[in-house]
């Protein structure tokens, strides 16, 4: 099989799949930085802890924009987008994002979006809680550990959730310099299966996962 993570991140996942299945599996990004952290780890087989980790098939990485990239890539048995990672665009941009998925799977290829759909998601939500972080290494150097501060808001008006975190080491030093801040569009369930419809996939099926996640899977 030839698989497509995207977007990809620090490559957790397509490192993980890399070592229990022979397949091609490629991973994009827009971020550069995490591209270099996932080429990294998977040219030095380390998980995502950066730990020995033997690898069946090395997976290969690119910083690309999920919206522009079926040219380059593409013949892909399956494609996911996991841990809600749709709806960053605007409405017709997130067209355009599934319209690149669509063209660089194969004839009969599968799709996986793992996301949060406004039926799964309050009015009034909003989270705000502290988690600590283990010592860690990025690229081989090492980091004490620390609090990773996390903020969600949703708002019911623009169906956005709003999105800040950052790192607090016990040494001191903050991880990035700035909190990083993005905000996710959030839709329906029928929103997702008419965007899929329009954009010319088939067969589209429906399945809950943990709260509150839904998985829409979806065929060329």
Known sequence: MKILDVPCSYGKHV???????????????????EIDVARYRAEHELDVNEKPLKLKKKPKFMAADMRNFSDILNNFDLIYNW?????????EEDKKVLKEFYNALKPNGILLIHTITKENIMPDYITDWKREILP?????????????HFTKVFNPEKSTLHTTWIVML??????????????????????????LKQTGFRKIEVHDSYYPITIFKARK
């Open 136 to 148: 860690l290494k990025i690229k081989g150097k090492g980091y004490p550990g620390g609090i990773l």
């Open 170 to 195: 016990n040494n001191g030093i903050i991880l990035p310099e700035h909190p990083v801040v993005s905000s996710v569009r959030m839709y329906s369930i029928d929103e997702y299966i008419s965007m």
């Open 15 to 33: 490192i993980m799949l890399a070592s229990k299945h022979n397949c091609d599996i490629f991973g994009i990004d827009i971020n550069h930085i």
């Open 83 to 91: 841990f809600w990672s749709f709806g960053y665009f605007g409405d």
